[in-house]
């Protein structure tokens, strides 16, 4: 009996071992793992740093912009000093890549506009910033500053960052007093895009690392401490700013190239097929008898442009560019623009069920006015309106706030229908009918069914005014 009780008790014993070694190896994974990030919170926030900016605004522009009877200076304009101009201040972060030559990596929304620019480090101390380069389609500036004993980060390669690996985020959320905030998470997905309106290269890494205002030209790093993405943009809506869990940052490897560019041309070099291309949804795959709904649909070819003289023709759908498979419009965007003008690649297309592959010769793509010259479409439905997708220029120059959705007005036909209405350019049509419409494309389409009932109804926001109109169309 006393041997059985023996042997229970060396049981428990031996169980207990095994328990406390358990307990205490775990201890000491969750030790190395947080050991881990904050060794790479400690190299990293040298390296990141806050970007001030100031922009001088006139103040008589300020009030052609907004005229005295409106009932908000009516209140306050007789208690608000007499200036000339004020300045406006903006709050940003970045990356120092270069140490030697004191390179600093941004987002373009941050400086843009800006008179003053201020780089302030991890002790504090502050230097004036010179703008080297920006490029408003990837939203990446590059800044310089003069300074010695600067710490940088090396570039990781996005391309082999996987889908749940965790990551670190670093830069001055919200205020100057919160710089060099540290947050982690994992990534949530790859190749994000369509998320900024306008006309941006998008090729987004999601991450849930908490990424809020401020945080913008901020580090991403992986597990290694390497520089993976340059934060950019937060998932939110226009009452509430803050972190959603949804955050989005550009990958390394297109900082790299969009850097390298900018130093050495002072511009990004991109190439163009000459094509205008839209996304693949599930009844035009089931229209075009495509299994999947990969690919980019060409919606019109660019008169002499390099797809035209290749044998692209309206309605082919591009599935494969250079020996890569097309996943959607904003890969083959991203992957033409990358690549090498004045050489030729293949292209492979489904045209009637068949594929067909052609060799193109990229070319360089051309100043934004004559791209828009080449790509200007003509006005075909009844209502007399030509329509363009919303772009950061458009959005400017039309006073169209960065939150909105729809297509912009870009001509009218005199003596049309829409003229008759009262329909002007920079007008912003977001619905036909109660559909929304987001591209020409949703736009013809939408008007082509809704004009049967010879009654066109169109959602519009004129200076953020919105209302309804309906278009009457003659027999």
């Known amino acids: 009996m006393d041997t059985i009780i023996q042997k229970e008790m060396m049981k428990k014993l031996f169980l207990m071992i095994i328990l406390v070694g358990t307990i205490s190896a775990q201890n000491s994974i969750l030790k190395q793992f947080s050991d881990q990030f904050a060794d790479i919170a400690e190299r990293a926030n040298p390296a990141v740093v806050t970007v001030l900016t100031e922009r001088n605004i006139d103040m008589d522009q300020f009030h052609r912009n907004f005229p005295q009877d409106n009932d908000f200076f009516r209140f306050f304009a007789p208690r608000m000093p007499k200036q000339k101009e004020f300045k406006s201040t903006a709050l940003g972060s970045g990356v120092i890549v270069d140490d030697r030559k004191g390179y600093i990596v941004t987002n373009n929304h941050v400086v843009e506009d800006m008179d003053e620019i201020t780089v302030r480090l991890l002790d504090k101390t502050e230097y004036e910033a010179t703008i080297i380069g920006r490029d408003p389609k990837s939203d990446i500036a590059v800044l310089q500053i003069e300074a010695r004993g600067l710490t940088d980060l090396g570039f990781g390669d996005s391309d082999r960052l996987r889908v749940g690996e965790w990551v670190i985020a670093v830069g001055s959320p919200f205020s100057a007093n919160l710089s060099h905030t540290v947050t982690a998470g994992i990534v949530s997905a790859k190749g994000r895009g369509n998320i900024i309106q306008g006309d941006i290269y998008e090729d987004f890494i999601q991450t849930d690392a908490a990424i809020n205002p401020g945080n913008s030209g901020g580090a991403l790093l992986n597990s290694s401490g390497d520089l993976i993405g340059i934060n950019t943009a937060i998932y939110t809506n226009s009452f509430d700013r803050s972190n959603k869990g949804v955050g989005f940052a550009i990958p390394s490897n297109m900082v790299k190239r969009v850097m390298s560019d900018l130093i050495t041309h002072g511009k990004v070099l991109r190439s163009w097929i000459g094509v205008q291309i839209q996304p693949i949804d599930e009844k035009s795959a089931r229209a075009l008898n495509m299994k999947t709904r990969n690919g980019a649909w060409v919606a019109d070819v660019v008169k002499d442009g390099p797809a035209e003289k290749a044998g692209v023709e309206t309605g082919d759908v591009i599935v494969e560019f250079d020996n890569i498979k097309v996943k959607n419009v904003d890969h083959l965007r991203n992957t033409v623009s990358s690549s090498s003008p ?72 005199s003596e049309s229908v829409a003229a008759e209405a009262g329909i002007q350019i920079g007008d912003l049509i977001t619905r036909v009918g109660t559909k929304k419409c987001n591209s020409p494309a949703d736009f013809a389409a939408l008007v082509k069914e809704t004009q049967k009932r010879n009654m066109v109804m169109l959602h519009m926001k004129r200076d953020g005014v919105a209302r309804y109109m309906t278009l009457e169309l003659e027999d």
């Open 342 to 413: 004045n050489k030729k690649y293949d292209l492979v297309v489904i045209r009637n069920g068949r594929k067909k592959t052609f060799k193109v010769r990229l070319e360089a793509m051309p100043e934004e006015d004559v791209l828009l010259a080449a790509s200007k479409p003509e006005i075909t439905n009844e209502l007399g309106i030509q329509v363009s997708n919303l772009t950061r220029s458009l959005m400017r120059e039309y006073n169209i706030n960065l939150n909105e959705e729809g297509v912009v007005v870009t001509n009218v036909s």
